[in-house]
Nanobody
Framework: QVQLVESGGGLVKAGGSLRLSCAVSGLTFNNYRMAWVRQGPGQERALVAGVDWRGMYTYYGDSVKGRFTISRDNAKNLVALQVNFLKPEDTAVYFC?????????????????WGQGTQVIVSS
């Protein structure tokens, strides 16, 4: 059974930092590209960051460039998102997602496995 389990969310003041983690099991982790996707209140899901199989290529949404960093540890089947200089508009549920094959890493519809999400709330 494939499982993606996020952790690390919480309540933080603007300007603060968090480190989100996603533990993956039930699939061959290094065969999958990974991403973090968020959904704010009343908003559609938006891709925040993506990483390729070896962590050599990363992608970031425009709103988080320079503040967020995605990384992966293939030995531990983990993908992380370091989020710095948080803003109230970063408030959202953050989901971990996995993509197999050669789909478009920038397209949410390409991702085949999803976690349940972890809530991040940024107060002003």
């Amino acid at each position: 059974q494939v499982q993606l389990v996020e952790s690390g969310g919480g309540l933080v003041k603007a300007g603060g930092s968090l480190r989100l983690s996603c533990a993956v099991s039930g699939l061959t982790f290094n065969n999958y590209r990974m991403a973090w996707v968020r959904q704010g209140p009343g908003q559609e899901r938006a891709l925040v960051a993506g990483v390729d199989w070896r962590g050599m290529y990363t992608y970031y949404g425009d709103s988080v460039k320079g503040r967020f960093t995605i990384s992966r540890d293939n030995a531990k089947n983990l993908v992380a998102l370091q989020v710095n200089f948080l803003k109230p508009e970063d408030t959202a549920v953050y989901f971990c997602a996995a993509l197999s094959g050669y789909g478009n890493i920038k397209s949410i519809s390409s991702y085949t496995h999803w976690g349940q999400g972890t809530q991040v709330i940024v107060s002003s």
